[in-house]
Structures are given as structure tokens and as C-alpha cells.
């Protein structure tokens, strides 16, 4: 999966360790769902004041969030877009939006360290972009099961830390 990965905050100096663990677990989303190889999607970290006001617009929710999700499909049939004969096809899924400092305070909060929270945070937003929701008791069950294999993955699922995730 291309993974279009970018850093528009500057209040949470980021390691790379971090944004490499994050791209890890993206990838590992993709090969259990089987994803293609071009399948592509653009994250974007900002810190409380962007994700607020996106937030706002957006869900009409005027807080900050620690992830947002924008599906897209550019695979759609009644796109007005003209199509390139023997061009590269493309799917890109949407963008993920994740607040660094909201990523900060819950990895605080749960424990786990800003590495882990920032995973989870993008392999969330990728499941809302593959149609995973969190609505009823069941949906959120099975997304949390699918959450937890990505993260099992690249060993940074529950398992391997004294503390358990929060809700997000």
C-alpha cells in the first residue's frame, strides 16, 4: 500500500520510529484485508487547533479528537474524472487526520507510549475507511478484534503492554 504520509505540526517533535510504526501498521491493515498494492492513503498529523476546526466542520463536533477518517473511492463508475487508457489505476481510500497532541495525552493516560497510541490511531482510521464502524456494541467488537490482529502483527497489540487502551 502507498502510504502518503505527512507531518503539519510542530508542537510534538515526532521520532522516526514513531511515523515508521505507523506506516507499519497500515501496511499490516492492508495485507490482512488484502489490499492492493496501489492502494493508497494520505495521512496527515496536526496538532488540536487543526483537528478542532476539521472537527467542527466536518462532524459538527467542536472539540478536538485524537483521529478523523475521509473516505474516498476513486474506483466510482459515475466519476467525472477522465480515465487514462493505460494509465496507472488507482484506489485511494481517503485520508486519515490524527491530532500529535491529542496522541500525546491518551498515550499518557493509557500508558503506552506515543508510538503505540499513534499506531493505533491510524490503523483505527484505516479500518473507518475500509467501512468499519463503532456504533452498536457488536460493530465495535469486531473492529476492536480487527484493530488488535493489524497491531498483533507488528507486536504492538494490548497484549504486549500492562495497560489496555481506552475507548477511542
Known amino acids: 500500500m502507498i502510504i502518503n504520509l505527512e507531518n503539519d505540526q510542530a508542537k510534538i517533535e515526532l521520532a522516526d520510529s514513531v511515523l515508521e ?4 501498521g497500515l501496511q499490516a ?11 493508497e492513503v494520505d495521512v496527515t498529523i ?14 459538527g463536533m467542536d472539540k478536538p479528537t485524537d483521529v478523523l477518517s475521509f473516505a474516498l473511492d476513486e ?7 477522465p480515465e487514462l487508457i493505460g494509465g496507472p489505476e488507482e484506489h485511494l481510500y ?3 487526520i490524527i491530532s500529535a497532541e491529542t496522541a500525546l495525552r ?9 508510538e503505540r497510541e499513534m499506531t493505533y490511531l ?14 452498536t456494541e457488536e460493530d465495535k467488537a469486531e473492529m476492536r478484534a480487527k484493530e488488535e ?3 498483533r502483527a507488528i507486536n504492538l497489540s494490548e497484549e504486549y503492554f500492562d495497560h489496555p487502551t481506552g475507548e477511542h
Open 29 to 39: 491493515v492492508a495485507q490482512l484485508n488484502a489490499l492492493e498494492e496501489d492502494a
Open 122 to 135: 491510524a490503523v483505527h482510521g484505516m479500518f473507518h475507511l475500509l467501512g468499519y464502524d463503532h456504533m
Open 21 to 24: 510504526r505507523l506506516q507499519q
Open 106 to 114: 491518551q498515550a499518557e493516560e493509557y500508558g503506552h507510549g506515543l
Open 149 to 151: 490482529e493489524a497491531l
Open 75 to 81: 474506483e466510482a463508475e459515475d466519476s467525472d474524472e
Open 46 to 59: 496536526v496538532d488540536d487547533e487543526e483537528i478542532h476546526a476539521l472537527n467542527r466542520d466536518y462532524r
Open 94 to 96: 481517503g485520508d486519515i
